[in-house]
């Protein structure tokens, strides 16, 4: 089995969020998305701007913010994001009825609907609660990097039903390989450790291009934690990109 190539699955790609993630992958040589599991606005904003030139997405958990404040957070990090061309993907695993999710997407402080490029979700609401997150792309949580997960092979499946037919869903985050159609997103991906003692588990770059034929690794602790996070920045990205390029090869 062969892989699409980015232009490819640009070429064929439907969304806008997947048109601009895919432009954005080709345009910098990357398939990096470094997730900001921080904790102050501060961190926050210091990690996109020394990241941001080296991904193609910022990954946040905007509700661990403490010190969250719209003016102070989002509005300068969507400047960083404008200025090192980077898209913001909200990690908020949405998993309620359609209504509830539409409240929580709209209003509270963090009105995510102003400033995400596009969200994750779990689909277990159903199609229908899917529909609201109209002006951003959708990645719905198909399989879960974690220990003991319950996103089986049969959960998988029918996940993937309410996905692949949903028009705001781009793609999957998962740990197994999705239709060509579908962009996938694959978290747990560290080079120096194989889990966290909390259940995460980790493979290599290589190791998910390889496997799974993924589209966009995502790095959270690899990054964020490492003594120099833009140098580890860029050898993620330099990782990630001879990956798939390796994983393209196989063509022949
Ligand atoms: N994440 C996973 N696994 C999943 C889905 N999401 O790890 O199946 C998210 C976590 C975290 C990031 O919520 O923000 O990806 C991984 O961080 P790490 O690289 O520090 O483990």
Same mark, same amino acid.
């Given at each position: 089995k062969t892989r699409l190539s980015y232009q490819e699955k640009f070429e064929q790609a439907q969304h806008s969020v997947s048109k601009k993630l895919l432009e954005t992958a080709l345009a910098k040589e990357s398939n990096l998305i470094a997730s900001a599991d921080v904790t102050t606005t501060q961190e926050l904003l210091d990690l996109a701007e020394k990241v941001g030139p080296h991904v193609i997405a910022l990954k946040t958990h905007i509700d661990i913010i403490s010190d969250f404040d719209y003016e102070k957070t989002i509005v300068p990090l969507k400047a960083l994001a404008t200025q090192h061309n980077f898209l913001l993907m909200e990690d908020r695993k949405f998993a309620d009825i359609g209504n509830t999710q539409e409240l929580q997407f709209t209003s509270g402080v963090f009105k995510i609907t102003d400033w995400a490029d596009f969200v994750t979700s779990q689909v277990i609401g159903g199609f229908e609660s899917l529909d609201y997150f109209r002006n951003v792309g959708v990645v719905a949580?198909?399989?879960? #990097?974690?220990? +003991?997960?319950?996103?089986?092979s049969a959960y998988r499946e029918e996940a993937l039903k309410v996905a692949a037919s949903h028009p705001n869903v781009i793609g999957g985050v998962s740990q197994n390989p999705l239709p060509d159609e579908m962009l996938l997103f694959t978290p747990?991906?560290?080079?120096?450790? #194989?889990?966290? +003692?909390?259940g995460q588990q980790y493979n290599t770059p290589e190791h998910v291009f390889k496997t799974l034929h993924t589209d966009f690794i995502i790095v959270g602790r690899g990054i964020y934690k490492a003594e120099n996070p833009e140098e580890a920045a860029i050898t993620y990205k330099n990782e990630g990109w001879n990956a798939y390029l390796s994983s393209l090869e196989k063509k022949a």
């Amino acid at each position: 089995k062969t892989r699409l190539s980015y232009q490819e699955k640009f070429e064929q790609a439907q969304h806008s969020v997947s048109k601009k993630l895919l432009e954005t992958a080709l345009a910098k040589e990357s398939n990096l998305i470094a997730s900001a599991d921080v904790t102050t606005t501060q961190e926050l904003l210091d990690l996109a701007e020394k990241v941001g030139p080296h991904v193609i997405a910022l990954k946040t958990h905007i509700d661990i913010i403490s010190d969250f404040d719209y003016e102070k957070t989002i509005v300068p990090l969507k400047a960083l994001a404008t200025q090192h061309n980077f898209l913001l993907m909200e990690d908020r695993k949405f998993a309620d009825i359609g209504n509830t999710q539409e409240l929580q997407f709209t209003s509270g402080v963090f009105k995510i609907t102003d400033w995400a490029d596009f969200v994750t979700s779990q689909v277990i609401g159903g199609f229908e609660s899917l529909d609201y997150f109209r002006n951003v792309g959708v990645v719905a949580i198909i399989g879960m #990097s974690s220990k +003991g997960a319950l996103t089986t092979s049969a959960y998988r499946e029918e996940a993937l039903k309410v996905a692949a037919s949903h028009p705001n869903v781009i793609g999957g985050v998962s740990q197994n390989p999705l239709p060509d159609e579908m962009l996938l997103f694959t978290p747990g991906v560290n080079l120096a450790d #194989s889990g966290d +003692g909390k259940g995460q588990q980790y493979n290599t770059p290589e190791h998910v291009f390889k496997t799974l034929h993924t589209d966009f690794i995502i790095v959270g602790r690899g990054i964020y934690k490492a003594e120099n996070p833009e140098e580890a920045a860029i050898t993620y990205k330099n990782e990630g990109w001879n990956a798939y390029l390796s994983s393209l090869e196989k063509k022949a």
